[in-house]
């Protein structure tokens, strides 16, 4: 089907357009259209060249391509409305923009249509993956911070109150304790109430 090709077509993708396009390449000294057959796959535009077998039979001869993952679209080209161009890389420039005239305006729309299509899918792919890896690392890295700070005042107030931090526990325990025991015997009044709070707020 395409002869010079050597990587498997398989792994383009899916073949989702192809057809005939005058196309104007900006590497060449002659700056004359030249008839060219393109396959737009998943994951490359493919131009070839129409030949002729012994038999008669209508061949394609591989030229170039063009990664979609790379690719840009110019939808007007001054001077003629069936004329687009195709680029690669970040910005166009007379240097990279492939000129393509199709055979009629409809061709051209839905020639362009599938192709920010094909980019756009390609852009989100690559993109996906990159999400991830950058999200998943922030959850421990908020954290660690948090628990070396506990740490950090854990260690600064042990220097200089293990003891009374645990006399605190202990009189917590035995106020605790002490309440449980008066509740037991006295009965829960107003009263009783507030001195269990003024027992506290002393603490």
């Known amino acids: 089907m395409l002869e010079g ?3 498997n077509l398989d792994v383009q993708g899916e073949l989702i357009l192809q057809d005939s396009f005058q196309v ?3 590497r060449s000294l002659i700056r ?3 008839d060219r057959h393109l396959f737009l796959f998943e994951f490359s535009l493919v131009f070839s060249k ?3 077998d012994s038999a008669g039979r ?3 001869q591989y030229k170039n391509k063009l990664l979609t993952s790379e690719l840009g679209v110019t939808e007007h080209i001054e001077g003629d409305p069936c004329k687009f161009a195709l680029w690669a890389g970040r910005t166009p420039s007379s240097d990279n923009k492939t000129v393509l005239k199709a055979s009629s305006m409809e061709a051209k729309q839905e020639w362009i249509k599938n192709i920010r299509e094909v980019i756009q899918e390609r852009m989100t792919h690559l993109k996906g993956p990159l999400k991830e890896p950058l999200h998943m690392p ?3 890295a908020l954290n660690k911070p948090r ?3 506990k740490r950090e005042g854990g260690e600064d107030g042990d220097s200089q109150g293990d003891g009374s931090s645990q006399q ?4 917590i325990a035995s106020r605790t304790s002490q309440n449980t025991v008066d509740s037991d015997k006295l009965p829960l009044t107003p009263g009783s109430h507030r001195t269990r709070k003024r027992r506290r707020s002393v603490a």
């Open 138 to 140: 922030k959850t421990p």
């Open 168 to 171: 605190d526990t202990i009189s």
């Open 58 to 60: 209508t061949k394609y």
């Open 32 to 34: 004359k259209g030249r």
């Open 147 to 149: 628990n070396n700070t």
């Open 5 to 7: 090709f050597e990587v």
């Open 50 to 52: 129409d030949i002729k």
């Open 24 to 26: 104007w390449d900006p």
